[in-house]
Each structure stands twice: as C-alpha cells, then as structure tokens.
C-alpha cells in the first residue's frame, strides 16, 4: 500500500535511523576527541636522537596542535599564539576560563617587535637583566596577537623561558608560542612531565619529557605596559631583584589577600583560588611547636572522624608530626627547595587519598613571597592561628 499513513508509518524507521546515525557519529568523533593519541616523548639535548622530537614538536605546533613542554618554572602547554583556533584548543583542554590570558613564549629577543607596541627603558633594562629566565612583562599589544591570546586585552604578556629544550622548540616552530601551565585548569602546576600525562593525557597531541623544572613555581609576572612597574604575581625574580636594576617597582595589593569584588588582581587569573589538590589544605601559622601542636591536635580529630590526615612539613620539623601521611617540602634554609617540591607534594597528596591537608607557613621575603602566595591560593587563604 502507498497511502500517505502507511508512507509515514514506513517512512519513520528511516528517519529513526538517520537520527540515531547523526548521533552515533557525534558520539564517535566525541570519543576520538576524547580518545586522542598523545605522543610521549623524552628528550635530552645532548643526544642526537633529540632532533627528531624537537622537529615532530614544531611541526605540531605550525599546524595548529598543541605540545606540552619543559620550562624552568613548570611545565607549559603550547600552541601557536598568533592562531586563534589554537588558543581556543588550549582553553579546551585546560578547561581553563576564557578571561584568563596566556603568556606568549619567545626564543630571540628580536622576536618581540613582531607582537609588541612598545618597550620602556625600564622594561629593557630589566630584559637585559633577567632575560632568558623566569620573568614575564606585560606589554601593548599589536594587532596581530590575537583577542584570544589576551583574553580580549590590549596588553600581552611574554616570556623569554632559559630552558633549553624549550628554547628549542619555540626557535624551530619559529613563532610566538602561547603556553599557559601544562596542567587541568584549578589544579597545580606540572613540575614533571607525568603530572601533565595525568592531567591532559589524550586532549593534546605531544608532552615532551625533559625531566623535572628546576625552580617549580610560575614566573614572577611583571606589568611595564604603565609608567611603575607593578608586580602583578610573585616568582623567582624578586622584588628587591628588579628593585636593584630599575629601582622602585610596585605590588597588586590584590595579590597578597583573598580576592574579593571589590579588590580584583590585575592578573586576572590570580583571582581564581583554586590552585588546589582534591584534599582540603589548611595552614596553620605560629611558634614552631605551638604549630605541631595544633596540626597534631586537629589531625587527631579528623582522624577519629575517619578522614585520611596528611601534613605538610620541612626536613626541620617533619618527626614532630603524627599524621597518616607526613611529607617533607625540604629544609627551610633553602626556600627554593620549597618552591620547586610544591606542587609536586600537592600533587603527591591526591594521589595518596589524603582527606585534609595541614601545612606549615613560610616567610613572605624574598622568593617567599611566591610559596606564599601559591600556598595561601591551595589553601583558599584559611589560616589557622596557632596559640
Ligand atoms: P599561566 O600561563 O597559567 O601561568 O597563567 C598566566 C597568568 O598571566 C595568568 O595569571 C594571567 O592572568 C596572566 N596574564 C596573561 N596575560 C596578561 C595580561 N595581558 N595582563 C595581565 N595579566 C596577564
Ligand atoms: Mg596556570
């Protein structure tokens, strides 16, 4: 019969397939998007072997892909910061929020004039001086950065990294590679290649293994774009360091406290608190052993609560603790062994199953100032007063 409600009637299953297939192949490519193969590749400069990765690197990068890589601070995630479609994918992956510029990561000083408007004779002064290193400035931008790059801004903010496989594959991509940290937005910051591995495995295309980053936090960030230099997150390159070449050099207040509406970091990523493991961080302020004392005390409660206790000490302190889990920073007379075993214990931490963390607190002087202010984030800035 060909009447019009047996045509209909016959007619349904087709379409039923047709709509199901539309969404078989949707589900198909979100697999193979979710499914996509990351390369994992060591690399050691003095072995010849090395070219071939550094290569495979760039060319993922010239044609749009994205390729986590070793710096001194932490591990970065780079695209091609001139293409904005590549930006776009390392928000995706990083699941990071659209408002939060990336840091352009050049491997020639000359490089520079292509994506900047302008450089003060502070902002070169401090270039000569720290430059390649863990210093990032923020300048005008050209036009041909793209508004994704900086997150809509008219400035842009770059970074002459010291690593030299970084180095290397920025120079053989020959272009400015936008490269936020390596890690799911909200988590630490990778320091080693298998936190990016446990982050991003499969949403990007290469992760480079040059072993761990040496100073393990992220570069100080610096705004020359106005007439005081403002320090807008602390780093390895101090306060008092630039103070020394270009004398006085402000702080955003906001950096130090919690941010609120009315009191907004100029960064604008330093607004989110979320810096954090799955554990709840706490640090607890005070005397030394007032210090133990009270982490000992709170540990045994949430211990009889059933909550699994970990405890974030120093090589100084570390058998004062009774904790499920006691994990050393290293010794307070070397604060960059602080700083560069952070993230990394954080991380550490999560992995363990750790319910609650309690951990001590640190000089804000000097490279302080940067353990401070990433601690004070991982813990959402709840300090507890030791009596
Ligand atoms: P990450 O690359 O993950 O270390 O984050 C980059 C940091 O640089 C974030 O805190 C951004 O908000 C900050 N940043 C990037 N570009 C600018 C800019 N043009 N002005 C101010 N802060 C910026
Ligand atoms: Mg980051």
Aim: glycine share 8%.
């Amino acid at each position: 019969c060909r009447c019009s409600r047996h045509l209909q009637e016959k007619s349904i299953p087709t379409i039923r397939v047709r709509a199901e297939a539309v969404k078989n192949i949707k589900n198909a490519a979100a697999e193979t998007r979710k499914a996509m193969k990351t390369i994992v590749a060591k690399v050691d400069l003095r072995q010849a072997s090395s070219a071939e990765v550094i290569q495979t690197a760039a060319k993922i990068l010239q044609e749009g892909g994205l390729v986590a890589f070793p710096t001194e601070t932490v591990y970065g995630l780079g695209g091609n910061g001139l293409d904005s479609a590549a930006c776009e994918k390392i928000y995706l992956a990083k699941g990071r929020p659209s408002d939060n510029p990336l840091i352009l990561h050049i491997s020639e000083i000359e490089e520079l004039d292509r994506i900047v408007a302008e450089v003060s004779p502070q902002a070169k002064a401090l270039m000569d001086a720290f430059w390649p290193g863990p210093l990032t400035m923020i300048f005008k931008k050209k036009d041909i950065v793209p508004a994704k790059a900086t997150g809509g801004l008219d400035t842009v903010a770059v970074r002459f990294p010291n690593h030299p496989v970084a180095r290397a594959i920025i120079r053989a991509a020959g272009l400015p590679i936008a490269a936020p940290s390596a890690n799911s937005s909200g988590k630490p910051s990778p320091t080693r290649a298998s936190h990016v591995e446990y982050d991003l495995n499969g949403k990007i295309d290469m992760i480079v293994d040059g072993g761990a980053a040496e100073w393990g936090l992220e570069s100080t960030i610096v705004d020359v774009s106005g007439t005081v230099p403002m320090i807008l997150r602390p780093g390895a390159v101090t306060k008092e360091m630039m103070e020394q070449v270009i004398g006085p050099v402000e702080i955003d207040p906001a950096i130090l406290h919690k941010p609120t509406a009315d009191f907004k970091p100029k960064a604008p990523g330093m607004k989110y608190t979320h810096y954090s493991p799955k554990a709840e961080v706490f640090l607890v302020k005070g005397e030394q052993t007032a210090v133990a004392e009270r982490i000992n005390a709170l540990a045994a409660a949430e211990r009889a609560a059933g909550k699994k206790v970990g405890v974030m000490a120093t090589e100084e302190t570390k058998t004062l603790y009774h904790a499920d889990i006691i994990l050393s920073l290293g010794s307070r007379a070397k604060p960059e062994e602080i700083g560069a075993n952070l993230f990394k214990t954080l991380r550490k931490f999560d992995f363990l199953g750790v319910d609650v963390v309690y951990s001590e607190v640190f000089s804000e002087k000097g490279e302080g100032m940067a353990i401070m202010n990433r601690l004070n984030k991982a813990a959402g800035y709840r300090v507890l007063e030791a009596e």
